[in-house]
């Protein structure tokens, strides 16, 4: 083509440093959810459009993961005058959108390697709604103020390019070599060889979706400066100063997520490829397939163009309905979706603690539908659990909100839905006037949430209150599966990859056949995971009792996860696992090994009515390290290294041979070692208020705890119910080993509770 011109790579370049350094100046934080295959195999990349910033942020991330140049289209109206903004955008790939040969113009930027983004809305929904109640796909068009269909232009590029592609390899085929080479020219491909080799490649479409996590309505320096240098602004500017300067100027998520790549040639029927062969064939310059007067002149192209029309139409539905199941569902989502559900079914009010209920069970009933994208919130268990606390601060976030939109009143005890929210609102006022709407909206093509939402409010009864206990044993499996992915990033690998732990090292839980009145919590050892008590759970399961193998945080994923936790962290591990039994037996029986056993005696030393009794094997109160004392000078070392350089301190880590390397890990943290100290020096002032019977097993020469430490806390219990058991050898891990029956001591002290509380075993 005559009038084709390339971006300038220069000015590319310029614009991705500047970018930056001013990202950093953001509260915006990135997260591209893709595959390096889908950046190296798309041609055409498909965005959802919602704020003005996402005309440039796509072309951005793909750059700076990929190194690949993209085009995308504007508006005709930047390009009317020759000015500076007009040029940079030339210069950066942005083609006017009234280009005489825009298709040939992108189908060539694709075939020299460019990469293309398109957005198929055409403008920005800012109500979020694309699907009617028939479940078809549209958008509300501004300047028609009416409804419409999806542009089909990406797909009509496709569909042409691949035409095209079709071409050259039937002129390769025909040997029509000076056809190639005029084409090679015309194309700004430089050689048939070059021709050829893109020719082989199939056109790959890539549809992909943003979503903005939260929505805020409240002011904002650029609203407020705008309406200060501009007097009298448009309701429409003022709204999007608000809107989208929220976004990128306040603690904002911006989830990109790249759909599955659609090879275009990989989709069609046989009646669509016998179409694009002939039209192949029939190809005399390859501008010609965007050229309407070409199918026109015969009746053979103008029924293969009617054949094609329909297929384009097909790949457009196909590829929309790909970007919208891409959507990154958050709480937001939920509650929102819940509240027009719930006024669907006439209700005007909630119990704002029955709300907060069944945003969790719909929480836990989406969480194993693999195909729905969930934001980070919904799969950690440490925030979406705050629901069942009452305090959780993403939905009083939404709720405050809402409140300020005049959609909710809200208050301690009760949510009550306002007439406002079933109220029409402008099309550039919504965002503002009714987040919840936009909330519900953009979830509403995924059918799966929205059938969860419904489900949970079909099954809702003012009786129905109850939470199912295998929620809150999963929720113990989620966090490990989260905590496991955060530390196993490319910062992590020097240590993790030294690691010889294979055993299962999941929390674990065996339900007993019949109704037991007990059940056991068992609590592994430091630096271990549940599998070092799995033999002794399911010695005790086979008593007909259910039994629940519970990890520290910081276990069983990586020695860097164990560096980041508290004690305090440890001890709310063991009260989750309380929780989940506690919900399943009137009495809960604490068996804790090692540090397990220091964290099982804590726990049991708060006032719980339903603790049936506490046992606590090798529990440390003194170490045969002497080196120990020293650990909390070497962590405040630690510390003032990291603070004043880039290290991450003088030894972060302290290299172990542990008992069993299969379950153990090989690195210990200086950090977890201190907080070992501290939970210590707090054990031995809560182990005088411990109420229930106890029982104390210790090795008699053990090599890690001092034996004497069994003896500590046998002086310090104040219950009247206590007993001490030595074991003989010289082995700290007499669980896992069972070491002198040890297991069959703890058994029976299980079996004589059980007998107290009239279980049969």
Known sequence: MDDYFDLNQQSYDWCVRIFDRVKNLLKVRFRLHHEQSQLENGDIFLFNHFARAETFIPQYLIYHHHGGYCRSVASSAFFKDDTRLSRLLLDLGVVPNNHPQLMLLLATDILRGRKIVIFPEGGMVKDRQVIDDKGRYSVYSRSAEQRRAHHTGAARLATGLQIIKSAILHQHVKGNRRILEKWATSLHLGSVQALLEQAEKPVGIVPANITFYPLRINDNFLSRSAERIYKNLSARAVEEL???????????????????????????????????????????????????????????????????????????????????????????????????????????????????????????????????????????????????????????????????????????????????????????????????????????????????????????????????????????????????????????????????????????????????KIAVLLTHGFLASPAEIRPLAEKIHALNITVLGTRIRGHGTSPWDLRERSWEQWLESVERGYEVLSSMAEKVLLVGFSTGGVLSLVSASADKPNIAGVCAICAPIKFQNKNMRFVPLMYGANKIVKWLSKYEGVMPFRPTEPENPHINYRHMPIRGLYELTRLVSHAKTAIPKIKCPVSIIQAEQDRVVEPTSANIIYKLLTARKKNLHWIPGSRHGIVYGDVGETNNLVCEFVRQLAHDSGTET
């Not at 100027?249 to 179409?275: N, Q, S």
């Not at 329909?310 to 309905?321: T, V």
């Open 242 to 516: 608000v809107i989208e300067g929220n976004l990128f100027f306040k603690e904002t998520d911006m989830d990109i997520r790249l759909g599955e790549t659609i090879l275009l040639a990989d989709t069609w029927e046989w009646w669509e490829r016998f179409c694009v062969n002939r039209l192949a064939s029939r190809l005399e310059n390859p501008d010609q397939i965007f050229d309407i007067n070409f199918f026109r002149k015969t009746f053979i192209r103008k029924t293969l163009a009617q054949g094609l029309r329909k297929s384009i139409a097909n790949l457009r539905d196909d590829y929309m309905e790909d970007i919208y199941q891409e959507v990154t569902v958050n709480l937001s989502h939920l509650a929102a979706r819940l509240i027009a559900t719930l006024m669907t079914n006439d209700v005007e009010s909630i119990s704002r603690a029955k709300f907060q209920t069944m945003v969790y069970k719909t929480i836990k009933s989406i969480q194993p539908n693999k195909s729905i994208h969930l934001h980070r919130s919904l799969i950690n268990p440490g925030i979406y659990r705050q629901l069942l606390k009452q305090e959780s601060v993403e939905l009083d976030r939404f709720l405050r909100s809402a409140t300020k939109a005049e959609l909710l009143e809200v208050s301690d005890d009760f949510i009550r839905f306002l007439p406002k929210l079933i109220s029409e609102h402008e099309f550039d006022q919504v965002r503002l006037e009714n987040p919840i709407e936009v909330y519900s909206n953009e979830i509403a093509p995924i059918f799966p949430v929205c059938r969860a939402v419904d489900e949970i409010v079909e099954a809702e009864t003012p009786e129905c209150d109850q939470l199912d206990p295998a929620h809150h044993f999963d929720d113990l499996k989620v966090q490990f599966h989260w905590d496991k992915e955060i530390f196993n990033q490319a910062k992590h690998a020097e240590i993790n990859t030294l690691q010889t732990a294979t055993e299962n090292s999941s929390p674990f839980l065996l339900t007993a056949n019949k109704d037991s």
